[in-house]
């Protein structure tokens, strides 16, 4: 559980993450990848843990006390960066507000664009306040839709988003240039910038 | 991320959850116990680690080469228990069928008592096999609605389950008899006995 950080060490994480995607990745149709053999439905911990490794340098020095992300695939990975961050708290939106959330949460509303559905994610107010200085961090940036939402939801609180990070990042979907323009700084670990007759290709 | 076994480990952990659930758990009426400020919203990423480890040592020794669990709340808990057992696999089964799940998958109905519904929760044929021994592990185990749905899942597959894994048990809920009955081995490592009057009582 001790962060080592090593300048060197970034490149081969990525490659590590990007050969995974090559490897095991499976194409669907012209924008979707599906990584749920070792991402979002069944989870390689080690690769997990690298990931959040790397998260953790790229934001390292950064003002950040919690990490923010939506479940379910955010978790995980929200996890791992926690922990080589130095134990911050994690919280996760949730995609309908339960029965047992009494008290007051902030919702933003979510686009879908792989399901084609609008949700409603939310947040409890017990667990956004003014203090927060947040990481946003998931699984995917595609259109921006997840990310934006979280964001809206920090913006509710009044919190502070210091970073947003995403494992895979479709370039050609356009959300990291949606969330610089509004200001946020992204890193992304694996940037695809096009699917294509079965084939991924890389920035 | 090496895992140290040391018996008298075992009190200390279990104490240190029980005495969180004290302190920051919600009571709600005569059967609910909210612990989302550090398991099921909030994570307390140095707790989950610690119940990781207790779980590897409960279930250590057996034949397991996957773990089981079911999103969202399950998934962090499911991770760092991987993480302990030498970075075995983690499943996380959804509560729908994703758009995306082109394959064939795995169904089962799952009895919220909490959110009064009955949802179905799904796993992909790819990542449950005859060939794969099993620990579920789960946040709650009340009236065992989850564990049974996925240990369902697993029967479908032909998988063996070795074990049953839950954070806090409401044990007057008789989730645990109807596993054990059914020739399950069940561990939970904080058994609640009765919730009445703002006060819990432990096992």
Redesign the interface.
């Known amino acids: 559980?001790t962060l080592s950080v090593k300048s060197e060490d970034s490149g081969v994480n990525m490659q590590l993450l990007k050969d995974r995607i090559l490897k095991d990745g499976q194409v669907?149709g012209t924008g979707?990848v599906?990584v749920?053999?070792f991402l979002n439905?069944?989870?390689?911990?080690?690769l997990?843990?690298e990931i959040g490794r790397e998260f953790a340098r790229r934001f390292h020095g950064l003002p950040v006390n919690k990490i923010l992300t939506i479940?379910?695939s955010g978790?995980?990975v929200a996890?791992?960066t926690?922990?080589h961050m130095g134990?911050?708290?994690?919280?996760?939106a949730?995609k309908a507000a339960?029965?047992?959330?009494?008290d007051g949460y902030f919702a933003a509303e979510c686009t879908s664009f792989?399901?084609?559905t609008v949700s409603t994610v939310t947040?409890?107010q017990?667990?956004l306040t003014e203090a927060d200085n947040l990481l946003i961090i998931d699984d995917f940036l595609a259109h921006g839709e997840a990310a934006l939402a979280l964001a809206n939801l920090a913006k509710q609180a009044g919190a502070t988003v210091s970073g947003i990070g995403a494992v895979i990042e479709k370039a050609f979907q356009g959300g990291s240039d949606k969330l610089r323009q509004e200001g946020y700084r992204v890193e992304s670990l694996a940037v695809i910038t096009s699917i294509q007759d079965d084939h991924i290709t890389f920035r």
Chains 1, 2 share one sequence.
């Open positions: 559980m669907i979707v599906k749920d053999s439905h069944q989870i390689d911990v080690a997990i843990w479940e379910a978790i995980a996890c791992a926690a922990m134990n911050l708290p994690v919280v996760f949730k339960p029965s047992t959330m009494i792989t399901k084609r947040v409890s017990k667990y």
